[in-house]
């Protein structure tokens, strides 16, 4: 089996016993570096180079040009460069001691919940538990599953009247992501309890079905052992040199052109693994399960929230060059959330077709979400930043991700809904009215 990234490889070379309360793998004067690739052969050549060198790479490799961020250990740093000259690859390092960026993103003493630290699966739990009792009136609370080691994963259903449509909210998939379920979380409180009249009215007439942690165990390792993982932890039955093999990732997992493509997708020791069939975790599982309880028509829109590159991406993810049929009608909507969260920060988020921006890849939750359950409108928000910081956000800026998302999600609702009330006067118009209802709610709107 071909060598995977070198993860364990750098555990194996920082790992220590760690004091209580601190993480087991340390990165004390690890580099990021920021890589330009600008040809194919650079491409191939990057591929190829953990053969030689421990590296971590933070992005999946895909086309030439974009950037991709790399750890790289204090033994590699001259190595390294001196390979990257030899390649004539332009890099820069961005971050020259990973371990204080990991400490910078601190972790709050667990009090209570707020949106100026990241939390422990813990105290994000009894939040949403405090929440649930509190609003019984209009918040339905349910554990949709366990995870592979038995941990809850919950659910909150915001309704407050009958026959709204719903709009859902995913958090946490991938482990290493502490800003996604701090994201999620900060826009269900604002559903919940702000006293802006524009998410009053939200919160009124439309249904929010948010689950928060998809992924608890991944999320627990990362802040108990290894700050850097990804996928759940299941062992999944391979093993390398350093001994057994564990986690899928499950943003690769799911039955819709699975498998299709994707970096490393087949190795089961890296970190991109998408397993050897779909739906084989049962985190997945549930969460396929849990929406596919509700009726068809419910879920209007669905919004999968990780880190990081400030995009909002669209279907399809297994191509570049298909495009759903409402396509141009989802980047207007999408447009619309680029625009407002702009207007808070400056905070730049593109938007389009993930295969085309991003790169490809297949099995993801909103081209699930959008081919098989038929959801008009699905997108993957890649939160801040561009690889400053990357998934190592500092906590001091997870209220002002909140605020320019809540902004964005805002205008995107808004904006669908303009764009439904203008399909329904052009059908009332140009149909007879016992084809309004039938042929409108095909049209991909919100409402």
Not at 204 to 220: A, C, T
Not at 229 to 241: A, E
Request: overall charge negative.
């Amino acid at each position: 089996m071909k060598l995977p990234i070198l993860l364990i490889a750098l555990v194996a070379m920082v790992a220590a016993k760690s004091a209580p309360g601190r993480m087991a793998v340390r990165y004390d004067n690890f580099r990021i570096y920021q890589l330009t690739i600008e040809t194919k052969l650079q491409m191939e050549e990057l591929k190829k180079i953990h053969e030689h060198i421990s590296v971590h790479f933070l992005n999946d490799l895909g086309a030439p040009g974009h950037k991709y961020n790399v750890i790289v250990g204090p033994l590699f740093h001259r190595v390294f460069e001196k390979t990257m000259r030899f390649l004539e690859i332009v890099y820069d390092v961005i971050v020259e001691d990973l371990q204080k960026l990991i400490d910078d993103a601190s972790v709050g003493d667990d009090s209570q919940m707020e949106w100026e630290t990241y939390h422990t699966l813990d105290t994000i739990y009894d939040w949403v538990d405090q929440e649930c009792a509190a609003h019984e009136d209009f918040l339905d609370c349910r554990v949709i599953g366990k995870s592979y080691e038995g941990r809850e994963i919950k659910s909150v259903r915001l309704s407050k009247r009958p026959g709204n449509k719903a709009i859902f909210l995913e958090g946490n998939i991938h482990a290493m992501e502490w800003i996604s379920s701090a994201t999620v979380t900060f826009l269900l409180n604002q559903l919940i309890n702000s006293e802006d009249p524009e998410m009053q009215r939200l919160s009124e007439e439309y249904d929010w079905i948010v689950v928060p942690m998809v992924n608890p165990d991944g999320f627990v390792y990362t802040h108990e052992v290894e700050r850097l993982w990804r996928k759940n932890r299941r062992p999944n039955g391979y093993r390398n040199d350093t001994g057994d093999c564990y986690g899928i990732d499950m943003n690769r997992n799911f039955d819709y052109h699975w498998g299709g493509a994707g970096w490393n997708i087949d190795e089961p020791c890296d970190h991109w693994f998408g397993g050897e069939e779909p739906n084989t975790e049962v985190e997945i599982v549930s969460l396929q399960n849990f929406v596919s309880s509700f009726e068809d028509g419910y879920i209007r829109s669905y919004m999968a929230y990780h880190a990081y590159g400030q995009y909002v991406l669209l279907p399809y993810g297994h191509s570049n060059t298909e495009f759903p049929p409402n396509y141009e009608q989802m980047k207007r909507i999408a447009a619309a959330f680029s625009d407002a969260a702009a207007d808070v920060y400056g905070s730049a988020f593109t938007y389009g077709a993930s295969g085309l921006l991003n790169y490809v890849v297949s099995g993801a939750a909103k081209d699930w979400a959008y081919g098989v359950k038929k959801i008009p409108f699905t997108c993957t928000v890649e939160l801040r930043d561009k690889g400053t910081f990357g998934f190592f956000l500092p906590s001091n800026q997870i209220t002002e991700v909140g605020l320019e998302v809540t902004a964005g999600l805002k205008a995107l609702v808004n904006k669908a809904e303009r764009r439904a009330f203008s399909l329904k006067c052009f059908i009332f118009i140009n149909l007879k009215a016992d084809a309004v209802n039938s042929k409108y709610k095909k049209l991909y709107s919100f409402i």
